[in-house]
């Protein structure tokens, strides 16, 4: 099998689209870094696309029909996106799904504790991460806090350039000897992923000694000024602990990108672009961004949900079509890119790969027959007649493509959203962009790579 390398489609003077679709994902990686944020930046673009939200339309009783662009918002985590096809919908979609919650570290409920002058954050780290990883980083604080009337409170705290920063300390290496004799899962512990918040204890014109917790105590005075909470309303937060920054150009050729989140929004990025970019189809498109792959799926916001059959039931209803029978049809008929990232053939880490069958950069979109580990246990494994019909969209697009496994058999394995669509019975496969360093707070992808994400979804939405 010969291996080409994507770059060599765009020589010099024609790789003007491939870096300025990076552009535009850098600026989507950078200001979106919670499923919340992107559901919230991906709702504008959509909206200035001219899709509409779906309760509304339901709410007014208009008919939905072709080349109607919808949305349905499942709680500000969860995303879905229709464009109408020619066909009726009991011919089935074709769904591009990926995921939008990423690694990091979350606030306990009650977080804040002040140990020997200095006000600390309590995390509970969300997902997989080689913990060690995140100490000694610029740390920001992105989510929202719901006070007991309702009030959201939006966060986002350390990305300006003037905005402090937050951060995990670690052990200086002069007296780290015990540290460095442990193995690397317990080197930082998860109780130790606390960030340190303030050291100034508060004034008020009392005896500062007679105040308990004085730190503690001038960080409250703070947020209560500046965003009106009090230390009981971490009680209904979700705020998120991710890398303070913005994502980057990368390498002497800028032929990559650096940035927090890739894992799974460089497979949700695209995937968005191409339901725009395809415009009205034979089929019906879809867009399905979900929350919680990282920690399983589960919850109303992840897959396992009801939200997207329950969705797709309320289209059927408003085109005057809706039985049980048309929902299993148009279920059993759709078919589905499953995107998630994949790993990245790594030359430091060759032994973890089996070179015929894992993912480069410059490889272009990445199908995965199967996932799962232990002989594919937990895996969606696809049907060669429907990666057949896939090969034949690619090639007939000139889509660079790639095939691998998440390393060598019996070396680990990771699973996705592919096996909880597949349990409707559609047609489905899991394919994404390679990655290096996944899961760190810093991951790497190829701008090509990219690229050809996006141009072999929007081939797979115009022609499955
Ligand atoms: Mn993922
Ligand atoms: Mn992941």
Redesign the pocket.
Known sequence: MEKKNAWKKYPEGKREEVFAFGEEYKAFLSGCKTERECVAGLVAQAKDAGFEDLNEVIASGREIKTGDKLYANNMGKTLALFVIGKQPLEKGMNILGA?IDSPRLDLKQVPLYEDTGMAMLDTHYYGGVKKYQWVTLPLALHGVVVKKDGTKVEVNLGEKEDDPVFGVSDLLIHLAGEQMEKKASKVIEGEKLDLLVGSIPCADGEDEEKVKDAVKANVLNLLKEQYNIEEEDFLSAEIEVVPAGKARDYGFDRSMIMGYGH??RVCAYPSFAATLEAGVCDKTSVCLLVDK??IGSVGATGMCSKFFSYTVAEILNGMGGYSQIAFNRAMDNSKVLSS??NAAYDPLYASVMEKNNCAYFGGGLVFSKYTGSRGKGGSNDANPEYMAELRRILDGNEVAYQTAELGKVDQGGGG?IAYILANYNMSVIDCGVAVLNMHAPWEIISKVDLYEAKRGYTAFLREA
């Open positions: 995921h894992d799974d792959e990282e998630d990232v996705t």
